[in-house]
């Protein structure tokens, strides 16, 4: 029996490292070509992310954007990306990363999931709308700024 479950434990790791590795080699290509990247999906909200300062909220947003793509793929990415590259979602993420600010974002980002959660009929779909629909404004002011700063600390 503990032989089973090592088993299965090292095939379900495997399975994991290799779906994580296919999706960092998806976003790895997006930033290399990002001409070719759907400017709706997940890779497309990550692209409109990118490019901001530390004293900005786009900066905290890009490595939490690129974290659920990491682990989830394109899986129920649904139009995303074109919260991102709204113009006006542009605007606020050049805002200084303030709470206030931040949580302005979020606010933004779980109207789009509860909006999706709606209108989703599609299980898979709906399931991570209402992930996304999950967290609030305030949340992911809080994870969105502690991404910020590890991501200052550490480049």
């Known amino acids: 029996m503990k032989k089973r479950y090592l088993q299965f434990l090292l095939s379900a790791s ?15 290509k997006a930033l290399l070509d990002p001409d070719r990247v759907d ?13 901001f300062t530390p004293d900005q909220v786009g900066y905290g947003v890009y490595p939490s954007i ?4 990491l682990i989830f ?19 606020l993420l050049k805002e200084l990363g303030t709470h ?5 974002v979020g606010d933004k980002e779980q109207k789009y ?15 991570m709308a209402g992930l996304g629909a999950a967290f609030d404004g305030n ?17």
């Open 139 to 155: 949340s992911r002011a809080f994870i969105q700024k502690s991404a910020a700063e590890l991501r200052e600390k550490l480049s």
């Open 113 to 127: 999931w509860q909006s999706k959660w709606n209108d989703e009929s599609h299980p898979g779909r709906k399931l």
């Open 100 to 104: 206030e600010n931040h949580q302005n």
């Open 73 to 91: 793929g394109n899986i129920g990415e649904q139009k995303i990306g074109e919260i991102f590259n709204d113009p006006e979602m542009q605007q």
């Open 14 to 28: 495997g399975a994991g490292t290799a779906w994580m590795g296919r999706n960092e080699y998806q976003q790895y």
């Open 39 to 51: 400017r709706t999906g997940r890779l497309g909200a990550m692209l409109a992310t990118k490019d």
């Open 66 to 69: 690129r974290l659920i793509h």
